[in-house]
């Protein structure tokens, strides 16, 4: 499944890198602590953190996630928007909280 249509049904805003939301989604990662989330994210995971600023969108790049959620409608800053925009890494904010969130992306997506 593709990042813009998980986002549309769960009724995410993007907020920026809308280059990137053709990626292709295979899995979800929880997590605040940007170290922890380097190690051990995989690529094409869903990203879901209140993490809003560039360094999350380094992460992002490093891991090769399919997009960043930023749950609890926590903030993106100006930095971190303009970093994602160039490298066209996918934002999107989300209402509910990270625990919430989660949930909805494990329902969506397909279990072996």
């Not at 009724?11 to 979800?28: H, K, M, P, Q, R």
């Not at 971190?80 to 969130?101: D, E, H, L, S």
Request: proline share 2%; aromatic share 6%.
């Amino acid at each position: 499944m593709q990042i813009k249509e998980l986002a549309e049904r769960l009724e995410w805003s993007l907020l920026a890198g809308g280059e990137g939301e053709d990626n292709e989604v295979t899995g979800c990662y929880v997590g605040d602590l940007l170290s922890w989330v380097m190690g051990r994210a995989q690529s094409g995971d869903v990203w879901i953190t209140v993490m809003g600023n560039i360094n999350a969108v380094a992460v992002a790049v490093l891991t090769d996630v399919s997009a960043i959620v930023l749950a609890d409608n926590a903030a993106l800053d100006d930095e971190a928007m303009t970093r994602a925009q160039a490298q066209g890494v996918p934002i999107y904010g989300a209402k509910a909280n990270i625990y919430n969130t989660a949930v909805a992306v494990h329902g969506m997506l397909p279990h072996e």
